[in-house]
Each structure stands twice: as C-alpha cells, then as structure tokens.
C-alpha cells in the first residue's frame, strides 16, 4: 500500500519547498539537526566551538553565511518550540528516506469525514450556497469571460459572442461538477456480500476532465480492475466514481491514483488497478503539439501491486498487455 503514502508526502515536500520560500534557510537550519541532536544548551562560547567542530565533519555542505548566521543561530537555541518553518529541510538522500518510512498514509484521506472527497472551503461554499450566493458566483464568473474575450482582442457586445460568458460560466460549472459530488454517496450502500473473489474488470469508461494546469480538457478512457474481498460493488458504481473525480480540475497521475485509492476505501478488496490512457488538448493544441501522443497513467494497489501475474492478466484483459 505504498500508493497511500505517496500523496500525502509530496504534498508535504510541497507545502515545505513553499514556506522555506527564498529564505537562506537550507544551510542555516540544517545545523538546527545537529544542535538539537546534542541536546544541551552549553555557553554561548562553547557553542561557537563545538559548532566550528560539526563544521569541519560536514565539509560536504555548503558553507553558512559566516559568523553573522551562527550569533543569529545561538538566539534561537534558548527557544524550545520551533516555528515550523524552521524545521529542517529533507530533500534528498537518507534524510529523504526517513520521512517515507514514518509516513504510512496520506494525511489527507480519499473520503474525508462528511462524505466529500478532497474538499476545500471552495467545494464546500459552493455544495452549500443559496440561490443569491449561486446568482452572484455566476455573475462574478460572466464578468471574468468577459473581461478574457476582451484580452483575447474580442468585441464582447459583438452579437455572436453576446450570450458567451453566460454559457461558458454554465458549462463550467457543468465540467467541474464533480466537486461538489462525493464517494459516499455515489455508492449509496451499493456493496454486496457475493463471496466472490475473481477479478471484476469495467473497460473503457470514458474520461472528460481538465487540465488544471491550462483549463482545458484532456479526454480517454479509463479501466478498474478489482479482485473483491466476498464484497462486491455495484457494476456502475465503478465509472461514477471516475466521473466524479474527472469531473474536478485534475492531473492525470492524480485522477487515476484517487479513482483506485476511493475503491479500496469503500470496498476493500484485495487490490485494485486503474490504467488511464488519454490525449492532453494541451498538449495537442499547443506546446509540442504531438497529436498522436497518448499518456498512460496506472495505479495498483493490493494484490495487484505484490503479484505480477494479476497485474498482467488485468493488463492483457483491458488489451494494454500488446501495445506496451
Ligand atoms: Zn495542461
């Protein structure tokens, strides 16, 4: 079950690269590690020693910004409780290794406790609106079409485009109505007890999501496969739930890592896979502009992630098997 730990911890690497911001802080609050590993708060001069001592062990390190950041540093050795911001960095190496092995599982669960997945305070004032909140959101979103058709060298009020932010703000809404949906209800108690235990595969659901990256779409098709524990879900359930979460601003790698990781929460069988194969308009339209190019993201979980034999078997039965 490595896959649950992976969003959690680049979300927290993450969220640490945006708060050191551009801060000299990786130098000077990497030798918070070796003070606080000694532990004791001797005299401001023997600090300075035993510090010019680490100094010299770690000749591989960058060199800090001299003695005005080691006065700067001994103010906060009296200050037992650090801002996280001060916490050291751990990008690479060993340091690396340490936080995979204490994270197990992402912070952030697939289905959080009221049902709705990845919420936001967005999600949720939208999920709760009134009819007046719902008008205003539109209005605010007409006016921001609008102010794109000017900047793209449009005459807003030219007939044709008249009615354009009103429809576009609808319909993007329509396209990102999935966050306003949940797993919880979607699946609706749909899980039966059937004693099965063969692989259940839905082939072909078709994706439309978008880009987060660039706000247009990429499109393709999606493939669940899921080896039940006895229980098993209703047959339709399973391309609702990718609906749901394609229907959100999306990475593809995301997409298909919720989609497997919301089956294995609510059914918890004995492992799930997802392949997605899709074309990127952003890619397509602009940038390199590979028309042909197809990505392919995959997530397994459970037995398809430890046996390669189910793996391959889920693989050749959605027909990836060939063509890879
Ligand atoms: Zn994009």
């Known amino acids: 079950m490595v896959q649950f730990a992976e969003p959690g911890r680049r979300a927290k690497l993450a969220a640490k690269e945006h708060s050191s911001g ?22 401001d001069g023997r600090v300075n020693k035993k510090k010019r001592r680490w100094r010299r062990f770690k000749d591989d390190l960058p060199e800090p910004n001299g003695d005005k950041s080691m006065s ?22 060993k340091k690396a290794k340490v936080v995979q092995g204490t994270e197990t599982r992402s912070p952030t669960p697939v289905i959080d406790f009221d049902g709705l997945s990845r919420p936001s305070r967005g999600t949720r004032e939208r999920l709760d609106e ?5 008008a205003e959101r539109l209005d605010k979103m007409r006016a921001a079409v609008r102010t794109i058709l000017e900047c793209v060298g449009e005459d807003p009020d030219r007939e044709g485009v008249l009615d354009t932010p009103a429809r576009y703000a609808k319909a993007m ?4 109505k999935g966050y306003q949906q949940n797993v919880k209800d979607i699946v609706n108690d749909a899980i039966f007890h059937e004693g099965h235990n063969e692989m259940v595969i839905v082939k072909d659901i078709e994706i439309f999501s978008l880009c987060e990256h660039h706000l247009v779409p990429f499109t393709g098709k ?16 399973l391309p609702r739930i990718a609906e749901m979460f394609s229907r959100r601003l999306q990475v593809q790698e995301r997409l298909t890592k ?25 890619m397509v339209m602009r940038g390199v502009e590979k028309t042909t190019a197809t990505t392919i993201t995959s997530c397994v979980l459970g037995c398809f992630e430890r046996k390669e034999k189910t793996r391959n078997e889920f693989l ?3 027909g990836l098997n060939r063509r890879m």
């Open 173 to 176: 809404l329509f396209f990102t």
């Open 72 to 93: 700067k540093r001994r103010n906060s050795l009296s200050k037992a409780a650090r801002d996280p911001r001060d916490e050291p960095e751990r990008k690479e190496g």
């Open 258 to 282: 919720e989609v497997a990781n919301a089956i294995m929460e609510v059914l918890k069988p004995q492992g799930v896979a997802v392949v997605m194969e899709s074309s990127h308009l952003c």
């Open 316 to 318: 050749s039965l959605v």
């Open 222 to 237: 999606m493939h669940i496969g899921y080896i039940p524990a006895d229980n098993v879900i209703g047959i339709s359930k």
């Open 130 to 134: 009134n009819s007046e909140q719902a």
């Open 22 to 43: 551009s801060s000299n802080l990786p130098s000077d609050t990497d030798d918070s590690v070796h003070d606080s590993v000694k532990g004791s708060q001797p005299e």
